[in-house]
């Protein structure tokens, strides 16, 4: 069996999506589609729109035979970490090619690039501290620096779909698969900045935004996404979680001193008295996000290291979960048509334990593992409070929902 594998979110699913899987099938010959995704906070720094076992009904009934869970502590995460985490956890499921989107068609660059991040010469090294003492953010750092180096690298760096890529392929260097296949899908449709494109090619924030006011863009998804979608909306079954949010980012900042804002996950370099600062008035979410942006500290930093705080997140917690060495389980979210072959062959070959019954399991990981995933019912308990219908809003789903299958 050859084993096609993707890191996504599917927040939420949409045409786009549908596409990669299907041309990334055509191209590899797989017989198999694995996705790890993420579970109910994205790499973006958000609660999901929607919650993880419905995100992973979406993918089922799009193509993937199985989804697995990348554990929100690593999900929330700089896009190194993110990718590396992914790239991991569909190792040890068994991935025979690796499949992702991205903006370009200059795939050599990719490559070119993956592999000056992976080795990062004297040179480069100087050229990046070079532009981080003159007050930029490491990512333009980074950029400016790679720009000296490979012609068209700063265009390049300035895609989201191709930065991650460029990330999945330096975690596959450093897992020892530099030569490892790999089908890249150049993404259709709006750029993942564009909030408001309607239409079919309508990007992920743009469809958020539209559920936001109360639109679903059903020529956006596959049809049965859409019909999903209008049940959701129905029964108020989606995240709509800013006030809540910034009610409680106000209230830990009533109780914290500035070392303890420092402790959480992309908060340091002054960013702590920076948040103080700005949250003495009365701002919205979206607004104190874009109060703190600054040439050090882009939105996407931000946006994480808020959602950290809220969540009570800190480098205690991804000590205690081991967090540089990656995920020490595979969980699944769903099961579809050779999700089950799949589950066999990871019994028997997986250098991580499985987990298909929290409540039975958890208890024969690592103790590093069994935390991770301690955290993820602790995490889980708060994102039910982000749902727009208060008869939602309980404990325990992570011990009560079942696995989705097809």
Same mark, same amino acid.
């Given at each position: 069996?050859?084993?096609?594998?993707?890191?996504?979110?599917? %927040?939420?699913?949409?045409?786009?999506?549908?596409?990669?899987?299907?041309? #990334?099938?055509?191209?590899?010959?797989?017989?198999?589609?694995?996705?790890?995704?993420?579970?109910?906070?994205?790499?973006?720094?958000?609660?999901?729109?929607?919650?993880?076992?419905?995100?992973?009904?979406?993918?089922?009934?799009?193509? @993937?035979?199985?989804?697995?869970?990348?554990?929100?502590?690593?999900?929330?995460?700089?896009?190194?970490?993110?990718?590396?985490?992914?790239?991991? !956890?569909?190792? #040890?499921?068994?991935?025979?090619?690796? &499949?992702?989107?991205?903006?370009?068609?200059?795939? %050599?660059?990719?490559?070119?690039?993956?592999?000056?991040?992976?080795?990062?010469?004297?040179?480069?090294?100087?050229?990046? +501290?070079?532009? !981080?003492?003159?007050?930029?953010?490491?990512?333009? &750092?980074?950029?400016? @620096?790679?720009?000296?180096?490979?012609?068209?690298?700063?265009?390049?760096?300035? $895609?989201?779909?191709?930065?991650?890529?460029?990330?999945?392929?330096?975690?596959?260097?450093?897992?020892?698969?530099?030569?490892?296949?790999?089908?890249?899908?150049?993404?259709?449709?709006?750029?993942?900045?564009?909030?408001?494109?309607?239409?079919?090619? @309508?990007?992920?924030?743009?469809?958020?935004?539209?559920?936001?006011?109360?639109?679903?863009?059903?020529?956006?998804?596959?049809? $049965? =996404?859409?019909?999903?979608?209008?049940?959701?909306?129905?029964?108020?079954?989606?995240?709509?979680?800013?006030?809540?949010?910034?009610?409680?980012?106000?209230?830990?900042?009533?109780?914290?001193?500035?070392? +303890?804002?420092? $402790?959480?996950?992309?908060?340091?370099?002054?960013?702590?008295?920076?948040?103080?600062?700005?949250?003495?008035?009365?701002?919205?979410?979206?607004?104190?996000?874009?109060?703190?942006?600054?040439?050090?500290?882009? #939105?996407?930093?931000?946006?994480?290291?808020?959602? %950290?705080?809220?969540?009570?997140?800190? +480098?205690?917690?991804?000590?205690?979960?081991?967090?540089?060495?990656?995920?020490?389980?595979?969980?699944?979210?769903?099961?579809?048509?050779?999700?089950?072959?799949?589950?066999?062959?990871?019994?028997?070959?997986?250098?991580?334990?499985?987990?298909?019954?929290?409540?039975?399991?958890?208890?024969?990981?690592?103790?590093?593992?069994?935390?991770?995933?301690?955290?993820?019912?602790?995490?889980?308990?708060?994102?039910?409070?982000?749902?727009?219908?208060?008869?939602?809003?309980?404990?325990?789903?992570?011990?009560?929902?079942? =696995?989705?299958? %097809?």
């Amino acid at each position: 069996m050859r084993v096609l594998g993707i890191v996504c979110e599917y %927040n939420p699913f949409h045409n786009g999506h549908a596409y990669q899987i299907r041309k #990334a099938r055509e191209e590899s010959g797989a017989d198999a589609l694995v996705c790890v995704m993420s579970g109910h906070y994205t790499q973006r720094g958000e609660p999901a729109i929607v919650d993880k076992w419905t995100r992973a009904r979406m993918a089922i009934l799009n193509g @993937a035979d199985l989804v697995m869970e990348m554990p929100s502590l690593y999900a929330m995460s700089g896009a190194e970490s993110f990718a590396a985490a992914g790239i991991k !956890l569909l190792l #040890a499921a068994g991935m025979d090619v690796l &499949s992702f989107g991205c903006e370009t068609e200059k795939t %050599n660059v990719l490559y070119d690039l993956a592999a000056l991040f992976d080795q990062e010469p004297a040179v480069f090294r100087q050229e990046l +501290q070079q532009f !981080l003492r003159i007050g930029e953010s490491y990512s333009v &750092s980074r950029m400016k @620096a790679a720009g000296r180096y490979i012609a068209q690298a700063e265009e390049i760096l300035k $895609q989201p779909g191709s930065i991650l890529g460029i990330e999945y392929l330096k975690a596959l260097r450093r897992e020892g698969r530099k030569d490892f296949p790999v089908v890249m899908v150049r993404r259709l449709g709006a750029a993942h900045k564009d909030e408001w494109s309607d239409g079919a090619g @309508a990007s992920a924030s743009g469809i958020r935004g539209a559920l936001r006011q109360g639109r679903i863009l059903r020529e956006a998804m596959p049809l $049965q =996404i859409a019909e999903i979608w209008e049940k959701i909306y129905e029964s108020g079954a989606y995240c709509m979680g800013d006030t809540l949010l910034k009610e409680i980012l106000y209230w830990r900042l009533t109780e914290w001193t500035p070392d +303890q804002i420092r $402790q959480a996950p992309e908060i340091g370099e002054g960013l702590e008295y920076r948040i103080l600062k700005m949250t003495e008035g009365d701002r919205s979410w979206e607004s104190l996000i874009e109060s703190l942006v600054c040439k050090r500290y882009p #939105a996407s930093r931000i946006r994480r290291g808020l959602m %950290n705080l809220c969540l009570g997140i800190s +480098q205690e917690n991804r000590e205690r979960a081991r967090w540089e060495e990656g995920p020490g389980y595979l969980r699944i979210l769903g099961i579809g048509p050779r999700g089950t072959e799949l589950l066999r062959r990871i019994r028997r070959e997986s250098s991580l334990p499985l987990v298909t019954q929290l409540h039975r399991q958890i208890k024969d990981l690592s103790e590093s593992a069994a935390y991770t995933l301690e955290e993820e019912v602790r995490l889980t308990d708060i994102y039910t409070r982000f749902l727009v219908n208060p008869n939602f809003r309980e404990r325990g789903w992570e011990y009560r929902k079942e =696995i989705v299958k %097809n």
